[in-house]
């Protein structure tokens, strides 16, 4: 019983952490640019993590819901990369409406993996 409090305890720990990080990058960091660099880097430590820890339902539950958090706390131009993404020799315009087509397509396959 003990064992399993520390558990808890410590995934709640890494659970702050992780979102004063993301809140710290969406808030105190001015340029768009690394905004972009720094949430990304989180939102590839939480998918490591992920991996990690796949073998622990709770860990895996409370990673998962990280990414999903990152993933949209920041504004219609994330998570993707759009300061490097090619389309057709073009980057991608934010009145391009291909950005958002992309956003939905993977968080509906990111959901449909999800554990209930």
Known sequence: MLETEIKKE???????????RQIE????TPDKTEQQKLSYELLSKLVRDLFKYKNS??????ISNLII???M???????LDIYE???EDTKIQKDD?????ILKDELNHLTLELPN
């Not at 706390?73 to 998570?79: I, L, S």
């Open 10 to 20: 410590e995934e709640r720990k890494y659970s702050f952490q992780m979102l004063e």
């Open 25 to 28: 990058i969406t808030f105190n």
């Open 57 to 62: 339902d709770l860990c895996y539950k409370t």
């Open 69 to 71: 958090v990152s993933l």
């Open 73 to 79: 706390m920041f504004n219609n131009d994330y998570p």
């Open 85 to 87: 993404l090619m389309i």
């Open 97 to 101: 409406g291909e950005y958002k087509k």
